[in-house]
């Protein structure tokens, strides 16, 4: 057990704690919880896929009154789930999907993906997701297949959409299983100590985070 | 100094019976000697994902395929797919069986059993089960009635803590309850509205083994509404053995506990008629040890008592202990979990509710109990368990939508839904069976367990008609015709409702029936056989809390007959 846990389960044993609510809205000292951590390494991904995807995550879920998508840290999640979880397959799928889409956006900006301005990088995001709902789960399924395409464009499609599908699912778990979204964002209520059956919804109340 | 091997008894399995047969054989002043295959669990010591949130598990609390792959089979039921509980869960590698036809054998080997990870739904059955049997010719009469287990169920109510709604139903007892986990506002709208269009019918208060109320029991505290208990309870707010029975036991200074002790076999004296002792093969060092005792419970679950039973063989007895009648192994029993249904609840999209409720609702069986409603192609009957909550906006992981307002829009609060699961009673079937394979042995060289059952028509057509039934009732709760009916056929396998009862059941004939109305082997009075392996029907309701009751009932039998001196 770890100092973190050791401390949270002598909360426990004295029982019937007060609650506290945890229903406040965002505070804006949020994110520096994250901005105080020291540069973070990746454990898998290079160092510039990892700058890339990162951007890649803050314009699936950006900041708004509540964290975005780096401040919770998505990429280090999803650094750490290819590197223990993902199949091999599943990563250099997932590779070979960024590698096309850095293409695109070395002809299109006459730059590395990785060093895109953010308003480009929403741009080529978008280019992906706004387009109508219908022919998006098209291309979801046929990336999601295993058969590869031969036609050149088709291919291109199925490693790019295999690659923002698989990053937009990842960039949804990561934020919402990161510390700073549960225990600061959501309410967090790990002990509550009663049911309470009838409240009044505010424009402020956040679903539980545990 | 030498190990001691002879005790006043010995109770074999620490689970939700075995630790009740200790706390009682203990406190009565028997040096008794708890073996259990498995390792320890430490109240609140050994619980090390209680207090762990979301964040704390590695790897976002996804698991490598090459660890999954341990744990194929354990994995068919959600609970050991959790991450937070899995480590309770069998390593299927090491613990393999044999399925002729597909069979989910959930279970965990250490102290405590699956009084862990159990779902702590506590319903006593009424008469209408117990005399079922004899009423429609299933199986054998049970050699008991309500009134003979009617105290022993207040006995352990009040000492395990069990919380609910007194309600006056014929089919479903009241018992000794704490204060009931309040309903939300929508399950109070929904249990207006169905029972407006149901006289008949009740949805009422879960009842399960939580503390609540004023009065918690010695070393354990109220329920803090946090819905993890099957990670272990550092409050001890549900009743495990770990934080209730066992500790009850040590204090006695009459109680010893050895883990990593496997039983193989319980050995049987030809010139007693009774049996001496145990087999046992310690699970780390794979020695044999014996140890003797005057009086033996089997606890060592349903499957596991009677695989230890069915490989004490003897010249007496070449089929197994106590299977004159050639029932052991046969009569297994379970009960579905074949779908329901569930619905939208409009009209409270303001409301919402915080804490966690570790139970909701309930929703006792209504046919084929002697009122109006019978079932048409089916008999015995189901009950349901459900509840209302209001979910969070759907996360649409696959849509094209992506931005700000989308990520906080799932911060919120979406449908109140409403939904009940149909749990329905598997007739005692003879064919209906589990056998040893001799030729396949498990890395201790006991034979391991084959399983040859299957649902029939009675179960599949009463299933089908509680789905039907559970979409009319979310219908008539909300006026509209659109409840989504859920069907579990196809990943129903027997074994899955992790009830599985019956394979040495009690009776009035030693010619069909393994046990007595006290739980004794008919030839063998000195064993007791307290799990669910003694049961002669199913109902349709938990198990474990009868369980507990017919074994604190047998222990008292034992003590008595050891003071009368019957089995020296
Ligand atoms: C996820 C889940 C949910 C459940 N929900 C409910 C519920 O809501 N209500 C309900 O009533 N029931 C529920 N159950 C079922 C309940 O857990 C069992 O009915 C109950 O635990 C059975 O008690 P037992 O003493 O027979 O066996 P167990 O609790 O399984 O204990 C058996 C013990 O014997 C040991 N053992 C086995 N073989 C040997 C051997 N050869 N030698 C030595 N020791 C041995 C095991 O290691 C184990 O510790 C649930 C079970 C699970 C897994
Ligand atoms: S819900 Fe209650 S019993 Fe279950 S773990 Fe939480 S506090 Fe313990």
New interface residues.
Partial sequence: MNRREALKSITALVGYSLTISATTGFLSSCGEKRAVVPEWKSVFLSQADAKAIEEMTEVIFPKTATPGAKDAQVIKYIDDLFKFIYKKEETDKFLEGLKRVSLKAADKYGKPVGGLTSEQYTELVSSYFNIPEEEFSEKRRAANKEEVPTDEIAKDEYYEYYYFTTLKSLTISGYFTSELVGEEVLDYNPVPGVYETCLEETPETRIASV | MSEQTTFDAIVIGSGISGGWAAKELCESGLKTLVLERGRMVEH?KDY?T???????F????????EEKATQLVQRRTGQARDVAAKHFFVNDIDHPYNEDKKFNWMRGYHVGGRSLTWGRQTYRWSDIDFEANKNDGHGVDWPIRYKDIDPWYSLVEKYIGVQGSKEDLPQLPDGEFTEP?????VEEHCKEKLEEAYPDRNLINCRSAHVTGENAPEGR??C???SRCRRGC??GGYFSSNSSTLPAAEKTGNFTLRMFSIVHSIIYDDETGMAKGVKVIDQETKEELTFYSKVIFCNASTVGSTAILLNSKSERFPNGMGNDSGELGHNMMDHTILGGANTRIDGF?????????PGHLYLPKFKNIGGSEKGKNFVRGYGYQGGASRR?VP?E?????????Y??G????GDWRFGITCFGEILPDHRNKMYLDYDKKDGWGLPTVTFDCELRENEINMANDGREEARKMCNAITGRDDAKTSDNTNKYAFGHGIHEMGTARMGRDPKTSVLNGNNQIHAVPNVYVTDGACMTSAACVNPSITYMALTARAASHAISELKKGTFS
């Avoid at chain 2, 986990?181 to 506002?185: D, G, L, Q, R, S």
């Avoid at chain 2, 999209?349 to 409720?357: F, L, Q």
């Avoid at chain 2, 799932?410 to 609060?413: A, L």
């Fill in positions: 609140v090390p209680a207090m762990m949130d979301p964040w704390d590695e790897h976002g609390g996804y698991i490598s395929e986990f309040p309903m939300n506002c505290s109220q803090q509404l946090r550092p409050y999209e303001d409301k919402y509710t915080r804490g966690k409720k969070a996360r992981y696959a849509s094209n939508a992506i931005g700000g307002e990520k906080d799932m911060m919120k609060f």
